[in-house]
């Protein structure tokens, strides 16, 4: 016992770049028209973010070293383009669906932030390539029946449901390619309603050729 009081409390992690409050809000209102299947639970359109690098779970003492490290970035502003068609993941039976981004400059950015983190022992990159994309809505699971939850009711969730009608494609003014100027450290805190993130640290990046961030 004594031992486990010694250890540091630990936070989920991950580093994000956030997006201007203009995109966001097109994407709350896309949300309210297309993500109303009772199988679909919306993304908070608040915290619609870019996820450069999950970092897990760390001790609580580390927090503001990993802040300083994952702000300490020197890409600026990368331009991103949102692709209309949201993206079933996985396409044969979906748990989630991301709207795809083409991003050069997101990329450069994800490399930098992700060589800081791995020096600084913080992060181990994951073996598949970066993907640029916004995760916009998640499929509910489908309840198991009693005979298979297993011991003590154990188990209550199964498989994502079936999506009949998937999301329709995003609105024109939202394919108009924006900077995204901030990028955020977020703790994630898991509730049965879903997962809440709390910005821990930001840090703004200049706009090319403007010589400051916005």
């Known amino acids: 016992m004594a031992k486990e009081r010694l250890k540091s409390p630990r936070a989920r992690l991950f580093v994000a770049l956030d997006l201007p409050e203009a995109v966001r809000a ?3 209102a896309w949300q309210r028209e297309e993500l109303t299947a ?10 619609l973010h870019m996820t450069l690098a999950f970092l897990g779970h760390h001790p609580e003492r580390e927090v503001e070293r990993i802040a300083a490290v994952a702000s300490d970035v020197t890409v600026p502003a990368p331009e991103v383009r949102l692709l209309p068609d949201p993206v079933p993941v996985p396409r044969s039976r ?8 083409q991003s050069e400059g997101s990329i450069a950015l994800q490399a930098e932030a992700e060589a800081k983190l791995v020096d600084a022992g913080f992060y181990e990159p994951e073996k598949r390539d970066f993907w640029p994309h916004l995760t916009v809505a998640r499929v509910r699971s489908e309840r198991r029946p009693p005979e298979e939850r297993g011991r003590r009711g154990r188990r209550r969730y199964g498989r994502p449901m079936r999506v009949e009608n998937p999301p329709g494609p995003l609105p024109e003014e939202l394919l108009e390619p924006f900077h995204a100027v901030r990028v955020a450290l977020y703790r994630s805190h898991l509730r049965r309603t879903g997962a809440e993130y709390v910005p821990v640290a930001t840090v703004e990046l200049p706009i090319p050729g403007s010589g400051k961030a916005v």
């Open 94 to 101: 979906p748990r989630l669906f991301a709207i795809d981004a």
């Open 26 to 28: 097109g994407l709350a």
């Open 38 to 47: 009772e199988e679909l639970r919306p993304a908070d359109a608040e915290t």
